[in-house]
C-alpha cells in the first residue's frame, strides 16, 4: 500500500470511527481517542488538527455512503499502524460500558419502488 493511499485509508476509517461514536451519542470523539493514544508518545510533534479537517474532503465525506463496519474499520486501523488508537477505543468503550454488536447495512437511504 502506498504512502498517499494509506493516509487517504486512515482518514476514512477515522471518519468513519467518528461516525459510529456520533451515531451512539458516545462521550468521546476520534480526536479525543488519537489524542491519548499518541500526545504523550510524540510530545512537540503531536499534531491532531487534521482531525478536524476530515470532513472537508468531499472523498473522506463519501466514505459513508461506502459500505462499512466496525470490522472493516479496525482492519484497516490494524493494516496502518493505528493499534494504539483501538486500544484507546477498548478502553473508553469499556470505562463507559457501551457494547455493540456488528451490524451490516447496504443500500442504505434508497427509496423503495
Known sequence: MNSNHEHYSVA???????????????????????RRAYA????DHFDDQWLDHLADDEHIRESLEDSFTAHTIVETLLK??????????IKHLRKERIHFAE??????GKKKS
Open 40 to 43: 504523550e508518545k510524540r510530545k
Open 80 to 89: 496502518t499502524g493505528h493499534e494504539a488508537v483501538l486500544r484507546q477505543l
Open 12 to 34: 476514512r476509517a477515522f471518519y468513519q470511527l467518528d461516525f459510529y461514536l456520533e451515531a451512539i451519542n458516545a462521550p468521546f470523539s476520534i480526536k479525543d481517542l488519537y
Open 103 to 108: 451490524v451490516y447495512i447496504s443500500g442504505a
